[in-house]
């Protein structure tokens, strides 16, 4: 398809810029990987076939989180800085594209031929400009936020999620918190990659990140409209492995969900079960992958405005295809062109065999390039001052691809980067799709925004309920211009393809940016309680390193297209009571969009009786429901609001009620048996129901009395899978007692267990005899290091336990750092003879090797020689071979490395040393590339196992 060289491309680009009337219209086999490593590629392959087969999640209970409000201020503690969540390329080197010659983007003509009309009003001077969070010592920060009636929040990466609520005039709400302060399990260890979404259509926000292990997507829905206050915390887990870069549709049906896994995956989560803060089901399908690309995700559409899409509507999953990169695939071959694709993902609750998503749906839309220094590099596009360039996330449909209902049509507009003249020059390429009744989805219109050589991208776009659009992107160049936020726009009006109001500077830079990991994305909203003013938040650069900003801008044109209604809201969305009480809902009235008149209200399913006083409420006013008279049991209906005067105006609220009556019975404890053995140090807990239970207080302990409880934790079943490993070869102890709304029950009779036997421990009729040990926190004792740019040192950053541990820096160039412990003698007469020591590793790696790497090395003769430790390593074996390719020093050994690896216990076999003096090398080598966080180690000891009427003779070399 495409037919000039990219030298003809650059002087196709200045006709374009400076005779736009000449241009009007109506309308490789070696690639480098994401990390700079040349890779050899294999030919373009067919898509594989779209899944058939749901997966269905067991229903996922939430916790209640602590009222936002009330949490204590966060403490930001220096922390390194680091690169957070690193774009994971699951799917390997990219294929080989076709050996296409780039063109000059034929939608650049069309810009440039229309004269910018820069905006006659308000548009181009933000009624709100502030800045958002700060550098939180994580790159990239993965900006991100959402506007609703009263308040704007932000999501920015931090260790995890850092979030900050404000009101509308840019004042903080609440003081800044940790998203992962509202999470349990997993999540109480948030890992990052926030997404902030108000939902419009129950008044209600939705806060994600996922969590630092367990393959968990975190999900926070407020109980209420007010965003300081309580959440259902749910914690749902991936199917395929990470769920990286999660992107996040609100739907009447469900939140749906597109990530970047093993397979590109596409999820849905139970929503109105969600909104109630009732169990819920996650189902999931695995979609297509494309040729060429090793990280990629399907993003979800989300819907704003008033009107929700109509009943029975699919998700629109989205993505662009470049043909010449991607093979041609669903698109039909057509002069000129490539397209986008839209998968449909039809869910059932009920019938979860029912659900489906189709095959790709292509839209031809034209011409655009995704080769942008690469089809994987994350350096491409430079800054002023700096041998820096930044990733230009030419992968997905930017966040978000948002959807609207208009009535007579609906419309999804949504934005990507393209290389616009062949040169790896990035433009934003923007579009709007229609559809109308029960047609389908077509293109309405389409534009490439790039109006001069510096670089835009990281682009968010959202459509007002007038049929305007605002864009927003980050732009930057070699020469001059420093990583900023600027944004242009379009009335309903305006000739199509186009965006001629103008270009408007958000902040401008004033330095480079100090990693090549750029933004991840951005955020363009559309507040809700005009229907016209758009909320954007990006990151920029006012010092090397990153900061972030918040603006909000509108056309004065805009009227909107809120249609008079009414919002109701029901408190509490789940009460227990204990019979015979009664139950007070307190049902809140508002007006939207104008909305005059009364509401009554009704319920559907409620049990016992149900009194509203008054029956008919007027707007901007309360009404109380009271529920007497209920039997024992668990209750879910509705509470329904109808427009006196417009009937056709419904709004609906789902309660639930649990009744109970005072429990009478004890658990009985069923596993782990009582005076079982060789159990594990992560049991699963489990036990018999008792009738009337709400929840269940369960409490593991080290002694017969309790007195020293090492956990304690209220589930919602009768089993419970503890966060908190416990020791090897030790006793403990636990009881359960059930509650409900009357009261805790009686606490079951207690059971004892001893966990298994694990590498390292000493057997029965043994004790560990300690050779040497070191823990750091009292210094370094004599261990010494060295070597090629030698980081070790003493941190305080992680530690296994205590406040130190020995830390090395994975850098960014070629380095061999080396760790000497002192020389330890060896008994000849007391087996078995351990090394073990506690370590946490973030290494660049990739699947199946390490491009920086770390290892450990026993001498026998005082250092003078040294010999790697491998096949006597009992736990924690090397993840692969490092490589050799970019000059790491330790090219060719085995070694660690992880993205990250979590503290794990390395036992290293020494029986083969005894009655040798030994000394141990831990060495982290590095090659040319990419860096990372590095490597911590601690609590390291030499041991062997003595008869207990041996103990007195053991030669201490050490504390």
């Given amino acids: 398809m495409n037919v000039a060289r990219k030298p003809i491309g650059i002087i196709l680009l200045l006709f374009v810029l400076f005779f736009p009337i000449l241009f009007l219209s109506n309308t490789g086999e070696i690639v480098w990987r994401g990390n700079g490593r040349l890779a050899v590629a294999a030919n373009i392959q067919p898509d594989p076939p779209v899944g058939s087969t749901v997966t269905v999640s067991d229903p996922v209970t939430p916790s209640i989180s602590p009222a936002v409000r009330d949490l204590p201020p966060m403490r930001r503690a220096f922390i390194l800085d680091r690169e957070i969540n690193p774009r994971l390329n699951y799917y390997g080197d990219p294929k080989a594209y076709s050996d296409y010659e780039p063109i000059v983007d034929p939608l650049l003509a069309v810009q440039a031929g229309t004269s910018a009309q820069h905006a006659v009003d308000a548009f181009g001077t933000p009624s709100v400009n502030f800045d958002g969070q700060g550098y939180s010592y994580a790159n990239p920060p993965d900006t991100v936020g959402d506007i609703g009636l009263t308040h704007y929040i932000q999501g920015i990466n931090g260790s995890g999620t850092f979030i900050q609520i404000y009101n509308k005039d840019g004042t903080t709400a609440v003081p800044p918190f940790a998203l992962d302060s509202l999470g349990s399990g997993n999540c109480a260890n948030g890992k990052g990659d926030p997404i902030i979404l108000y939902d419009r259509l129950a008044d209600r926000w939705l806060l994600s990140e996922f969590a630092s292990s367990g393959n968990q997507l975190c999900v926070y829905i407020s109980q209420t409209a007010d965003p300081t206050g309580f959440y ?26 597109g990530t970047n896994e093993n397979s590109v995956t596409l999820y849905a989560l139970d929503r109105n079960a969600m909104l109630a803060g009732s169990p819920a089901a996650m189902q999931s399908f695995a979609g297509t992958s494309l040729s060429g690309f090793s990280f990629q995700m399907l993003i979800p559409s989300d819907l704003d405005g008033g009107d929700p899409p109509p009943v029975g509507s699919p998700n629109y999953f989205m993505r662009h295809r470049d043909t010449e990169n991607h093979g041609q695939g669903s698109c039909p071959v057509h002069a000129g062109g490539d397209c986008l694709e839209i998968v449909e993902f039809n869910v ?77 020059h990035g433009g934003v390429r923007w579009f709007e799709l229609r559809k109308s009744g029960a047609g389908q989805w077509a293109l309405y219109q389409e534009g490439t925004y790039a109006p001069d050589a510096s670089h835009r991208w990281m682009g968010a776009i959202a459509m007002d309920g007038s049929g305007n659009i605002a864009l927003g992107y980050n732009v930057s160049d070699a020469m001059a211009t420093y990583p900023s936020l600027r944004y242009t726009g379009r009335l309903d009006g305006d000739p199509l393809n186009t965006m001629p109001r103008g270009e408007h500077s958000i902040v401008a830079g004033s330095s480079p940016n100090g990693s090549n990991r750029y933004g991840d994305y951005a955020a363009m909203g559309v507040d809700p309680a005009d229907d016209c003013t758009f909320w954007f938040t990006g990151m920029y650069n006012r010092s090397l390193q ?104 419904v709004q609906t609220n789902s309660v639930t009620l649990n009744a109970f009556s005072p429990l009478s019975n004890a658990p009985t404890l069923t596993f782990p048996a009582d005076a079982a053995v060789n159990v594990s140090t992560v049991p699963t807990y489990a036990w018999q129901a008792v009738p009337e239970v709400s929840s269940y207080q369960i409490d593991i302990a080290t002694d017969a009395d309790f007195l020293t409880i090492i956990d304690s934790a209220t589930v919602m079943t009768n089993r419970y899978s503890s966060a908190v490993i416990l020791k090897s070869n030790t006793t403990y102890y636990w009881r359960v007692r059930a509650k409900n709304a009357c009261g805790s029950g009686a606490y079951s009779v207690g059971s004892r267990f001893t966990t298994a036997v694990a590498l390292g421990d000493c057997g029965a009729g043994t004790i560990p005899g300690i050779l040497y040990s070191q823990d750091f926190e009292d210094g370094t004792d004599i261990w010494t290091h060295g070597g090629t740019r030698d980081t070790w040192a003493i941190s305080t950053e992680r530690s296994h336990s205590g406040k130190y541990a020995y830390y090395a820096e994975d850098v960014e160039k070629v380095s061999n750092q080396q760790l000497e412990t002192p020389d330890i003698p060896l008994p000849n007469d007391h087996f078995p003879l351990s090394l073990q020591f506690w370590n946490w590793q973030r290494m660049e790696g990739y699947t199946g090797g390490c491009w ?29 071979s490092i490589s050799s390719v970019h000059d790491n020093p330790l090219g060719g050994m085995d070694g660690w490395c992880g993205e990250p690896q979590e503290w794990l216990n390395s036992i290293v076999n020494l029986n083969a040393f005894a009655g040798k003096t030994v000394r141990f090398r831990f060495s982290l080598g590095t090659d040319k590339s990419l860096g990372r966080e590095g490597w911590y180690i601690d609590d390291f000891k030499v041991q062997s196992c003595l008869v207990i009427t041996d103990y007195l003779y053991l030669p201490i070399v050490a504390r």
């Fill in 546 to 649: 990153w900061s972030t900003r918040i603006a909000a801008f509108k056309f004065d044109s805009c009227t909107g297209a809120m249609s008079p209604a009414f919002r109701m809201e029901t408190t509490p969305a789940t009460v227990d009571i204990c019979l015979p009480n009664d139950v007070n809902y307190t049902v809140k009235l508002d007006a939207i969009g104008g909305f005059v008149g009364d509401v009554s209200l009704s319920t559907v399913g409620a049990p016992g009786t149900a009194v509203f006083t008054p029956i008919t409420s007027t707007l901007n006013s309360s009404s109380t429901l009271i529920i007497s008279d209920t039997a024992v049991g668990s209750y879910t209906f509705d509470i329904i609001g109808t427009g006196v005067s417009t009937p056709t105006l």
């Fill in 348 to 424: 059932d609750w009920a019938v979860p065999s029912n659900s489906s998503i189709s095959s790709p749906i292509p839209i031809q839309i034209t011409e655009f390039d995704s080769d942008l220094c690469g089809l994987s590099s994350y350096n491409c596009f430079p800054q002023p001052g700096s041998s820096t360039t930044l990733d230009p996330l030419r992968e997905v449909v930017m966040n978000r691809l948002q959807y609207r209902n208009f009535g007579t049509y609906e419309t999804l507009v949504g934005n990507f980067v393209t290389d616009v003249d062949g040169t790896d």
């Fill in 232 to 257: 259902y915390a749910y914690a749902f887990t991936a199917v395929h492995g990470f769920p990286d870069y999660p992107k996040y549709g609100v739907w009447p049906d469900a939140y749906y969900i």
């Fill in 852 to 880: 920086d790497g770390a290892t450990v090395e026993i001498s026998t003769n005082g250092g003078m020689s040294w010999t790697q430790l491998n096949s006597e390593l009992l736990s924690d074996p090397y993840d692969g």
